[in-house]
């Protein structure tokens, strides 16, 4: 899970404080040299893991803190404020042209992920009410245009690629390229208007490395396109190195936001904790997995949360009832009232969970995962959702409804149609049986007025 070092190492540094009661000037100074160096081991920029260090000492040694009931809370607190800080105070919105299209030019290094990215950002515009549209102008990088292509089909997204089959290209590395490429995105911006589209999402080329034919080269595309913000796609997995490139394009180009990539598979976190303070460029974006709905809106507060183990319950909230059927839950309430759980609505329940994303990421939303042993290591096998699916969707609408039905021959038939052991069966119905049990316990402390109150009621 992103940020699992650092919340290791602060939770280590919090929990001897706490030991203490009572705090001194000395303790907390310990204290703060422990979380330096966690920042610092968390690939956090150095001068900007020494200048938080010295904002919370200058809040935490005041005589309010020292001399509080529960002074190890109120540094915690003040960590968490400063941490918020440091990446950017509250969402950094997108800003729109007065006069549409809005173009959204993305630039970056190969590798960084910058193509996925356009389709991710072009697919929330989509979800927010607006009728994006896609330019491929990557013509450097072979099948950047197809990969853009077959992104904007599965997903409902209008692509421009220059003409049928994409810009036909002899040598990446020719001069020809800026100049097709730039008949690309004056075309495309002119069937954006044309199709009535009000946003654009500009995919632009890039190079492994940084270089002045780059930075030219984005600066005629800066010029044609006239773009609304120019967005930097980084790699939060290069940890200082996606720093130093943001630092450089902001420099070389002018940024007015970052898209952190790959951010569900980063421990340490320093790319995201350093570069609003470098560049003072504000994360706009998270990318947090493959998948084109992997891509949330950047809110330093909750990452500020999450890094201290407090969980998300404001974005786990917002996944559910983006994801979650009203009614389907409505109707669940009901059967559960009445002692009712079928295989069919396991199955049922099991797939609307999936949508709200990976069971990992899921339980790094909630509150404390960071301090349980057990889920510390915990790698949840996404695999095996598919197999209980399988199973499931294996077996006749009467062996959903009516599980005790399945004998030993109807076992090997659903494994063999599901591809399982009739021991994964034997798993599956074991498990749904237990789960049954536990909704006939707990619907019968409803009816004698035992339950919590509102559990299970519509």
């Not at 974005?315 to 839950?329: F, G, H, I, M, Q």
């Not at 109807?410 to 909704?439: F, M, W, Y």
Request: a positive charge; aromatic letters at 4%; zero cysteines.
């Amino acid at each position: 899970m992103p940020f699992s070092q650092l919340t290791d190492k602060l939770n280590q540094v919090f929990r001897q404080l706490r030991g203490r009661g009572k705090l001194t000037e000395r303790d907390v100074d310990e204290a703060l040299r422990l979380v330096r160096l966690a920042l610092l081991e968390a690939d956090v920029n150095y001068k900007v893991a020494k200048d938080f260090v010295a904002r919370v000492r200058e809040r935490a040694v005041g005589q309010e803190v020292l001399s509080s009931i529960t002074p190890a809370q109120q540094v915690v607190k003040i960590v968490q404020d400063e941490l918020t800080t440091l990446m950017g105070q509250g969402r950094a919105a997108l800003a729109f042209s007065p006069r549409p299209p809005s173009v959204f030019m993305l630039v970056g290094l190969h590798g960084a992920g910058k193509t996925t990215a356009s389709a991710k950002l072009a697919s929330y515009l989509k979800t927010q009410g607006h009728h994006p549209f896609l330019i491929a102008a990557d013509l450097r990088r072979p099948g950047a245009q197809d990969q853009l292509e077959a992104l904007g089909r599965q997903n409902g997204l209008a692509v421009w690629t220059g003409s049928p089959g994409g810009a036909k290209v002899s040598d990446p590395d020719s001069p020809e390229v800026v100049k097709l490429t730039l008949e690309v995105i004056a075309t495309g911006l002119a069937e954006a208007r044309r199709g009535g589209h009000d946003t654009v999402v500009l995919d632009t080329g890039g190079r492994l490395h940084i270089d002045a034919s780059l930075m030219d080269e984005l600066r005629q595309a800066r010029k044609v396109a006239s773009p609304s913000e120019i967005l930097l796609v980084v790699d939060a997995m290069t940890g200082q190195d996606a720093v130093n490139v943001a630092e450089t394009f902001s420099r070389e180009i002018g940024i007015d936001g970052v898209i952190l990539t790959k951010l569900d598979g980063d421990a340490r976190g320093g790319a995201a904790l350093s570069i609003r303070a470098v560049t003072g460029t504000p994360i706009k974006f998270a990318g947090t997995g493959e998948k084109i709905k992997d891509f949330e809106v950047f809110h330093p507060d909750r990452l500020a949360s999450r890094i201290l183990d407090m969980g998300d319950i404001v974005t786990l909230v917002e996944r559910a009832e983006a994801n979650l059927d009203a009614a389907k839950a409505m109707d669940l309430a009901k059967k559960l009232r009445r002692a009712e759980f079928t295989l069919e609505d396991f199955a049922d329940q099991l797939r609307q969970v999936r949508k709200m994303g990976s069971f990992q990421d899921l339980l790094g939303l909630l509150p404390g995962m960071g301090k349980m042993r057990e889920m510390k290591d915990l790698q949840v096998d996404e695999k095996q959702f598919v197999r209980i699916e399988a199973i499931i969707s294996s077996m006749t609408k009467q062996e959903r409804q009516d599980p005790s039905i399945i004998d030993g021959s109807r076992r090997r038939r659903i494994a063999a149609g599901s591809g399982t052991s009739p021991a994964d069966v034997n798993r599956l119905l074991k498990q749904h049986g237990e789960a049954k049990k536990l909704v006939r316990r707990v619907a019968g402390m409803e009816k004698g007025g035992r339950g919590l109150p509102g559990l299970l009621r519509p």
